[in-house]
């Protein structure tokens, strides 16, 4: 009677080469670049089979996106594509974290293992969802992170110093400030206070 081949078992865990580090099916990581002077990749881990390999699904820096890096996009943006491959898992180099864009604006401190993802992006087509999100300023801009916004008192819209003609020192040395709509002289509004009441939007949100 002929013997039935057996399927190659997957595993709950691997231990990166060279470290005590364990990851897990869920974890995402760190994968090993192509050039000396490239970024790490960064995928998700969905599987890790016994012998040696993982099966991945990659997230893009918005630069590796088809529509480039844009102004809105933050230092640490991810998007989930669904790309999906299969990787030796000896290329593991690390761990990080990529978090919801509502749980990265919360972070009083952002680590080199932090990122965030608000987009799944389609590879083939350059797609993104959702298509739509919220914009701020008189730009009409999505949120990006890493810049400082200033709250207007009235209308209580979010705005760059830079669109309203002050410099992010000015900005920071506001007590209030009305938009040039809202302000009855149709200028900005600018009080210097000792106390800063005016923060990035990071902490506001």
Same mark, same amino acid.
């Given at each position: 009677?002929?013997?039935?081949?057996?399927?190659?078992?997957?595993?709950?865990?691997?231990?990166?080469?060279?470290?005590?580090?364990?990851?897990?099916?869920?974890?995402?990581?760190?994968?090993?670049?192509?050039?000396?002077?490239?970024? %790490?990749?960064?995928?998700?881990?969905?599987?890790?089979?016994?012998?040696?390999?993982?099966?991945?699904?990659?997230?893009?820096?918005?630069?590796?996106?088809? @529509? @480039?890096?844009?102004?809105?996009? @933050?230092?640490?943006?991810?998007?989930?594509?669904?790309?999906?491959?299969?990787?030796? /898992?000896?290329?593991?180099? @690390?761990?990080?974290?990529?978090?919801?864009?509502?749980?990265?604006?919360?972070?009083?401190?952002?680590?080199?293992?932090?990122?965030?993802?608000?987009?799944?992006?389609? /590879?083939?087509?350059?797609?993104?969802? %959702?298509?739509?999100?919220?914009?701020?300023?008189?730009?009409?801009?999505?949120?990006? %992170?890493?810049?400082?916004?200033?709250?207007?008192?009235?209308?209580?819209?979010?705005?760059? %110093?830079?669109?309203?003609?002050?410099?992010?020192?000015?900005?920071?040395?506001?007590?209030?400030?009305?938009?040039?709509?809202?302000?009855?002289?149709?200028?900005?509004?600018?009080?210097?206070?000792?106390?800063?009441?005016?923060?990035?939007?990071?902490?506001?949100?």
């Amino acid at each position: 009677m002929a013997k039935t081949k057996q399927g190659k078992k997957d595993l709950d865990s691997y231990t990166i080469k060279g470290t005590n580090k364990v990851v897990r099916v869920g974890d995402t990581v760190l994968m090993r670049p192509s050039g000396a002077d490239t970024l %790490p990749y960064i995928a998700l881990i969905h599987s890790i089979s016994s012998s040696n390999k993982i099966h991945v699904r990659w997230y893009y820096r918005p630069e590796e996106s088809l @529509g @480039g890096r844009r102004q809105f996009h @933050g230092a640490k943006e991810l998007f989930l594509s669904d790309h999906y491959d299969v990787q030796s /898992a000896d290329s593991i180099e @690390g761990v990080c974290v990529v978090h919801s864009f509502k749980e990265y604006v919360k972070l009083e401190n952002v680590g080199s293992e932090d990122f965030f993802c608000r987009f799944e992006y389609k /590879a083939a087509t350059g797609a993104f969802t %959702p298509d739509r999100v919220a914009v701020y300023c008189k730009c009409e801009m999505p949120y990006n %992170p890493d810049d400082l916004m200033v709250q207007c008192d009235d209308c209580k819209d979010w705005f760059h %110093p830079s669109c309203m003609g002050m410099s992010p020192g000015q900005a920071k040395k506001l007590d209030h400030f009305l938009c040039s709509d809202c302000s009855s002289d149709n200028d900005v509004a600018k009080r210097p206070n000792k106390e800063n009441k005016i923060e990035s939007k990071r902490r506001k949100r």
